[in-house]
């Protein structure tokens, strides 16, 4: 911290030292002594130095002492050498200590509060807590009394107009000019944070000190025994004093603990989540413990068995009978888009162009009904059978699906992207350069128009591409992340998303593995399903 420092031996009186630290060498002259002075910026904007004085004599009385004071940038002095300490400007005004008392100085040096206060600090922009023997009260930044001192100390940050203080045990609020605006009646009280404080009442449990081997001990148990509510700030109970403990609020919501069973309220009090929980999964985030929602579901645990539910408290079980089948596929560059195949060239596929892909795992197989209605609880589809792909699903109901999906199993699945599904229907950094998904065939691998017989059929019961997918070209046209582009070149437009491949009811030239479609993501079709994507297994 010190930015410069000089050391001087002197056999000379002390009249020329006293001139530099305040006249503190009194019963030192004709005595050697040893001088040490220090600078440090307190305040850089201005150029305010802390000057620090280290005077030790060798010879008796053997005295030792350092003292503080500021200088300008130009050496001239702006308070004397006569602190026990100097500390940093707030806005306009630096606490010092003197003789063990504290007060404050403003920047050209004046005691605007004299040193005359045990302890006194800053709480807000017009407020300082100061006092001495035990009581406290507050003052302005003239050093005028603002209340009287009759307070054990300040339990709370100023905030929102209001200061949490004690007096005899008991806790409540004033506002800046001293009024007591909610009484002293709780045993613990918080900060005041968006309208909201926590407040605590000892319940009736009766404590036996004798048994406790440790003042903070006791406390810790005491603490624990408060029933916890929130109170606004007229002192109004929002959230009913009948909780063991209340969590930060975040988005609206908190986490609550009632006779060791967990819940979620609201800001209004109203109990969103009832506490029938053992466990409900949070995370401390920036000093605060929240809610650990995932894709807007928190993990829960009831009876020793894990579950999940959403913000309105309802349960998803967890998924136990789904399997989705995920093949690896290794990343690598690949020429995406068309110029022309089978004499079919569509600008929407130009122009062809370098894509490169890290590795990630894509679905097997289409997603079928049977998926769908273990996680959804319902089957939107057309054509019924737990075999055959979901149709009639939005790219929305989609994301629905996925952010259910991934609370429940812990998973980060996704839609691929329109460069990762192109690049997995060509077969990867396997593929033989076909037309459609491992074949130049459609037939082969394919459900199209001309096959289908105005149905989708089961998954897998065509030939697998080089990687072992299944029915990439068809069967049921497949949600791509993107948003739509009219051609590599053109910007997003996100009003419509990205289609890949062909399906039952068109014929076998949508099926190539260059063709791409465009559909309102909110609308869903017949003839639309998906497939599933994540970055790692």
């Known amino acids: 911290m010190s930015k410069n420092t000089s050391k001087i031996s002197s056999d000379t009186g002390s009249s020329t030292l006293r001139s530099i630290v305040g006249g503190h060498l009194i019963g030192l002259e004709n005595i050697k002594v040893s001088l040490s002075i220090s600078f440090d910026i307190i305040n850089s904007e201005e150029e305010i130095w802390n000057i620090s004085s280290h005077i030790q004599s060798y010879d008796p009385p053997y005295k030792c002492e350092k003292f503080y004071g500021l200088i300008n940038k130009r050496g001239k002095e702006i308070t004397p050498i006569i602190y026990d300490y100097i500390y940093p400007f707030y806005e306009e005004l630096a606490m010092v200590n003197k003789t063990h008392k504290f007060g404050y100085i403003d920047k050209t040096g004046k005691e605007v509060i004299p040193c005359i206060y045990d302890r006194i600090y800053i709480v807000s922009d017009d407020l300082l807590f100061a006092g001495n023997e035990g009581k406290f009260g507050f003052i302005d930044k003239t050093g005028k009394k603002v209340t009287q001192f009759i307070y054990d100390y300040n339990v709370a940050k100023f905030s929102e107009g209001l200061i949490g203080v004690q007096r005899n045990g008991k806790m409540g609020f004033i506002n800046s000019i001293g009024e007591e605006v909610i009484p002293l009646k709780y045993d613990f009280v918080d900060d005041f944070i968006d309208g909201l404080a926590k407040v605590r ?22 603490f624990n025994s408060c029933k916890i509510g929130c109170i606004d700030k007229k002192g109004q109970e929002v959230v009913p004093l009948i909780y063991d403990e209340i969590g930060d609020f975040f988005e ?63 349960e998803i079980l967890p998924v136990d009978n789904i399997k989705i089948e995920m093949i690896f596929v290794e990343g690598g560059t690949f020429m995406m888009g068309n ?48 075999n055959l792909p979901v149709e009639q699903v939005s790219w929305d109901a989609v994301q629905d699906f996925i952010q259910r999906l991934n609370a429940k199993t812990g998973k980060q699945y996704r839609l691929p992207t329109e460069a990762e599904w192109e690049y997995a229907a060509r077969g990867g950094n396997k593929s033989s350069g076909c037309v459609y998904s491992g074949s130049n065939v459609a037939g082969d691998v394919v459900w199209c128009k001309e096959n289908s017989r ?16 299944y029915d990439m070209g068809g069967n049921v046209i497949e949600w791509c992340y993107d948003c739509w582009r009219e051609n590599y070149n053109a910007t997003q437009d996100c009003s419509h998303r990205v289609i890949r491949g062909g399906c039952w009811a068109y014929p076998y030239t949508a099926a190539r593995v260059s063709s791409r479609d465009i559909y309102f993501p909110n609308l869903s079709w017949y003839t639309i399903g998906f497939r599933l994507a994540c970055s790692s297994k």
């Open 339 to 386: 110029s022309e195949q089978y004499g079919v060239r569509y600008g929407s596929e130009q122009p062809v162009h370098r894509e490169t892909i890290a590795d990630f795992y894509i679905g097997k197989y289409q997603v079928t009904q049977a998926q769908w209605k273990e996680v959804m609880g319902m089957n939107p589809s057309y054509f019924k059978g737990d």
């Open 252 to 314: 609206g919501l908190s986490l609550v603990g009632k006779d060791g069973k967990k819940g979620i309220i609201d800001k209004t009090g109203k109990e969103i989540v009832p506490p029938i929980y053992d466990d409900i999964e949070t995370v401390f985030y920036e000093g605060n413990i929240r809610i650990n929602w995932t894709n807007g579901f928190v993990k829960v645990n009831k009876n020793g068995k894990a579950e999940f539910i959403d913000k309105n408290g309802k």
């Open 454 to 469: 105005g149905t989708t059929h089961p998954v897998g019961t065509k030939s697998p591409n080089e990687l072992g997918i």
């Open 201 to 222: 009442l000892k319940s009736k449990l009766e404590l036996d000190e004798k048994i406790f081997k440790s003042q903070s001990e006791l406390f810790i148990i005491e």
